[in-house]
């Protein structure tokens, strides 16, 4: 098991940037393939992106593509991602997810066992 953080979510204008953060503790960070999903209000939790436990693979949801970047540091035991371009609709609270059942990164939230609390991003037009 491992214990999620995230932090960097807030309140920012639509065509803005925001780089959340998700800190994790144990020793076997390497270990995870991790990813971010997203709930809006009245909506499912959603794939946002994940990353291999490499870092050289990664994977986006559509409507991300281009404007979001995953990436990891293996020594910090964070992962991070890099919202540019910023839309209302990616208002939502983001989750970090850390999974190990498959040897690649999961797309689908059963794909993960450990997640953080979430962070608030809201996008103002």
């Known amino acids: 098991q491992v214990q999620l953080v995230e932090s960097g979510g807030g309140l920012v204008q639509a065509g803005g940037s925001l780089r959340l953060s998700c800190a994790a503790s144990?020793?076997?960070?390497?270990?995870?393939?991790m990813g971010w999903f997203r709930q809006a209000p009245g909506k499912e939790r959603e794939f946002v992106s994940t990353?291999?436990?490499?870092?050289?693979?990664?994977y986006y949801a559509d409507s991300v593509k281009g404007r979001f970047t995953i990436s990891r540091d293996n020594a910090k035991k964070t992962l991070y991602l890099q919202m540019n371009s910023l839309k209302p609709e990616d208002t939502a609270v983001y989750y970090c997810?850390?999974?190990?059942?498959?040897?690649?990164?999961?797309?689908?939230?059963?794909?993960?066992?450990?997640w953080g609390q979430g962070t608030q991003v809201t996008v103002s037009s």
């Open positions: 997810a850390a999974g190990r059942s498959q040897s690649s990164p999961a797309v689908v939230r059963s794909g993960y066992a450990d």
């Open positions: 144990g020793r076997t960070f390497t270990s995870y393939y």
């Open positions: 990353i291999s436990r490499s870092g050289l693979s990664t």
